[in-house]
């Protein structure tokens, strides 16, 4: 609840234009190279393109971010996009992923080592709309999973052959 009113109360300031950062439109980066420090892991991650843009109307802002990542299992793809309108009262985000192996992610952040068992190929999209009070009006999120292996270890007599899947929630 407390990040949606952060937003909301961010995106209403660069609509007033009471921020510095109100006239910026765009952020992007080209061929960088991020690295990652996490919990005393470290990894690099090429980042080939990643832009993020900034739309403050009068009564409407738009945010919409765009990456695409490099790592050890194949490229993959983030999208982004908040809408916060003052006419509706709502804050609407939407995240989709396309082509992440999570057992990639999972080599590079310990915590995460249970997505080391994913080993296929991963697109979802979801959704999420709140009011402007905080409070969640509507969710959803569909995940596709493409050919690959679901590998729960030892526990398991065998890894799981995945051909495809769909899970809609």
Known sequence: RVPALRVTTASARARRREDATASLSQIGLRNATVDVDYSGSR?????????????????????????????????????????????????????????????????????????????????GNASIEFRSSGEVHSAGIAIELGRGIIDLGPSVTAPMLIDAGLLNL
């Open 43 to 123: 990894s690099q991650w090429k980042v080939p393109e990643l832009s993020l843009d900034l739309n403050h109307g009068r009564r409407r802002s738009v945010i919409s971010a765009l990456a695409r990542i490099d790592s050890d299992r194949g490229p993959w793809a983030l999208s982004l996009l908040t809408e916060d309108s003052d006419r509706t009262g709502r804050l609407k985000l939407k995240a989709s992923v396309r082509d992440l192996v999570p057992s990639a992610i999972g080599r590079a952040m310990p915590e995460l080592a249970l997505l080391r068992a994913l080993d296929l190929p991963v697109a």
